[in-house]
């Protein structure tokens, strides 16, 4: 489109002419080519006016740790306990029953009013949220977080793991193995 004679000018072909002048007008009066600064204001002249509205927080400090933690049960059983998701949008009982669907087991979602959690010794804050997940689901909940599926080897990470829009960075993710609780050995 540029002009091979004056690299200033812009040959304006048929779209850009019905664009910049409408399909009614007569072409025998139109001009045929444009500077490049006029086809930049008249291309923009002819855009509608949009807006976006973006909600930004800004904290300081570094960002708030998801908190990971394994505890064993009674005898070979244990606990998954996931707190802090809140502070990246991720809603808990959403997060509960999507946990639960993908790896076939028993979640409960606890809140600052609840008696279990006041139990625990670790109160929750005000307006969080801890999933407490059934068996032993750290590299599992770790890998949906993050959006890697090659942490883990259960099927339930594979599938649809895009679906969360807000994946976290691993530096925010706390991982803790309580008393009697030793790492998943590798398949």
């Known amino acids: 489109l540029v002009d091979p004679h004056d690299a ?10 019905r664009l ?8 025998t009066n139109l001009p045929t080519k444009l500077t490049r600064k006029d086809v930049v204001e008249r291309f923009l002249s002819t855009l509608d006016t949009a807006h976006a509205i973006v909600q930004i927080t800004m904290k300081r400090g570094a960002p708030r740790k998801v908190s990971i933690a394994v505890e064993k049960r009674s005898g070979n059983k244990f606990v998954t306990r996931v707190r802090g998701l809140e502070e990246y949008g991720i809603d808990g009982l959403g997060f509960s029953k999507d946990v ?5 087991c028993s979640t409960t979602v606890l809140d ?8 625990k010794g670790e109160a929750l804050k005000k307006g ?14 770790r890998a949906l977080l993050l959006g890697d599926s090659k942490l883990s080897t259960h099927g339930g990470v594979k599938k649809n793991i895009s679906h969360y829009h807000k994946l976290l960075p691993k530096e925010v993710i706390d991982i803790k193995l309580r008393k009697g609780v030793t790492a998943k050995r590798k398949k």
């Open 8 to 17: 200033q000018y812009v040959v304006l072909d048929a779209p850009l002419t």
């Open 100 to 104: 639960s669907k993908r790896f076939a």
């Open 112 to 119: 600052s009013n609840s008696v279990a959690a006041e139990a």
């Open 128 to 141: 969080c949220v801890e999933v407490v997940c059934q068996g032993h689901l750290l590299e599992e909940i």
């Open 20 to 27: 910049f002048y409408g399909s009614q007008t007569s072409t």
